[in-house]
Structures are given as structure tokens and as C-alpha cells.
């Protein structure tokens, strides 16, 4: 499968984004599927997953309801809406996913993860 990831851009504090994720090549029937961040000078972190499995979801704490993970299989596509934006969450967003056995847990590991989207650039302003 490959991931294309979209819906990045420049927004003020408090608004909102959609990201989507869109896979090829593939589907992500019976697969969890994370977003990952990466900010300048600073480590990439998990951010949300969901499992096509049993429908578990899961979101870091600092994003904890403010963003939603969502899946349409129909579209092949993982979305994470983003509600009231923070500058701190300026930031590159990468989708990916694993292999089947992996699971959506709280602690997400970036190198659980074997397949990534290019990244979209989500940057807030203040």
C-alpha cells in the first residue's frame, strides 16, 4: 500500500483543518493506521490511530478533544479533523501503517510503523 497524505496548511490559532490520508496500491482493511508529527528541532510523536479491526481509537493527550480519526473505506481514506488549533501543534503531519498484527495503542512507536505517507505541513499561527 502507499499513503498519500493532504489538507495541510496555514491556519489562525482556534481554527481548524482536515487531513486526510489516502491509501493506493492497497486498502487498509484490518490494519491500524496512525498520524505522527514532526516539529522543527524536535522528535517525531504519535498523535492518533485508529484500528480498521475493532474500531479502537486513540489520541495523545495534547490533542485529546480537540482532533478526531475517522476512517472511510469506501474511500480508502483516514481523516483527522483538527478543531481549535494551537501554534504548538505547527507541525509536519504523517500518516502510516503497519503490519496486521500491530495495534492502536496509547503509546504510539514510530518504528511500529512500516509504510508512510510524504507529510503535509499544518502550520498555526498567533
Known amino acids: 500500500v502507499q499513503l498519500q497524505a493532504s489538507g495541510g496548511g496555514l491556519v489562525q490559532a482556534g481554527g481548524s483543518l482536515r487531513l486526510s490520508c489516502t491509501a493506493s496500491?492497497?486498502?487498509?482493511?484490518?490494519?491500524?493506521i496512525g498520524w505522527f508529527r514532526q516539529a522543527p528541532g524536535k522528535q517525531r510523536e504519535g498523535v492518533s490511530c485508529?484500528?480498521?479491526?475493532?474500531?479502537?481509537?486513540r489520541y495523545a493527550e495534547s490533542v485529546e478533544g480537540r482532533f478526531t480519526i475517522s476512517i472511510d473505506n469506501a474511500k480508502n481514506t483516514v481523516y483527522l479533523q483538527m478543531n481549535n488549533l494551537k501554534p504548538e501543534d505547527t507541525a509536519v503531519y504523517y500518516c502510516?501503517?503497519?503490519?496486521?498484527?500491530?495495534?492502536?495503542?496509547?503509546?504510539?512507536?514510530?518504528?511500529?510503523?512500516?509504510?508512510w505517507g510524504q507529510g503535509t505541513l499544518v502550520t498555526v499561527s498567533s
Open positions: 502510516a501503517t503497519g503490519i496486521p498484527t500491530l495495534a492502536c495503542v496509547d503509546e504510539m512507536r514510530a518504528d511500529e510503523y512500516d509504510t
Open positions: 496500491e492497497g486498502t487498509f482493511d484490518d490494519y491500524v
Open positions: 485508529i484500528s480498521d479491526i475493532d474500531g479502537t481509537k
